[in-house]
């Protein structure tokens, strides 16, 4: 897991239990765990959303699951132009998805969030439509990747091998738990 950055606080949302000994040696502490919200997964970053902000972020960043090595940088890019004035961005996933969406506190998220066709190369598309209609402003940000197959393994293997291993952002728990299951 990651070391979580000293300028946002780190939440993980799980489903079903985010107290999971797994997950709670994964993600201890200064991550917070929550029970990720019911419904599809726009249901879900609805109510992820909604929590940061009620609890007072100016800014919050979602990113997927199926991304476990995208860098810090790559955050902090998508919070940067949050933090002056745009209401949203966007790190492409390269299928047509996307692999992390941030939002400015006031965005309209369920407007944003509704009736994406998830899992669909057309997830992205859809998305900055509805942010068009909603009149907000978004930047994209350059592509990365998703691990959605067993032949996405190889591809993360490669990337972590090309990676300092002893900095900070480096995903250790993601990199042990591929070196199980490709030794």
């Given at each position: 897991a990651?070391?979580?950055?000293?300028?946002?606080?780190?939440?993980?949302?799980?489903?079903p239990d985010p107290d999971d000994p797994a997950l709670v040696s994964l993600f201890g502490p200064p991550?917070?765990?929550?029970?990720?919200?019911?419904?599809?997964?726009g249901s879900r970053l609805v109510t992820a959303f909604r929590r940061a902000f009620d609890a007072g972020a100016p800014a919050a960043v979602a990113v997927g699951s199926d991304h476990p090595?995208?860098?810090?940088?790559?955050?902090?890019a998508a919070f940067a132009p949050l933090s002056r004035g745009t209401s949203a961005s966007l790190i492409p996933a390269e299928d047509g998805g996307y692999c992390a969406i941030g939002l400015s506190?006031?965005?309209?998220?369920?407007?944003?969030?509704?009736?994406?066709p998830w899992s669909s190369s057309s997830a992205l598309s859809v998305t900055r439509e509805r942010m068009r209609r909603a009149s907000i402003s978004f930047v994209v940000l350059a592509a990365s990747y998703d691990v959605d197959r067993p032949e996405d393994l190889e591809r993360l293997r490669r990337d972590l091998s090309e990676r300092d291993a002893s900095a900070p952002d480096f995903p250790a728990a993601t990199a042990r738990a591929l070196a199980e299951i490709l030794p």
């Open positions: 990651y070391r979580p950055h000293a300028l946002w606080d780190s939440v993980l949302e799980a489903e991550w917070r765990r929550e029970a990720q919200a019911p419904g599809d997964l090595a995208l860098p810090r940088g790559r955050i902090e506190a006031g965005a309209p998220v369920d407007e944003i969030f509704r009736d994406i």
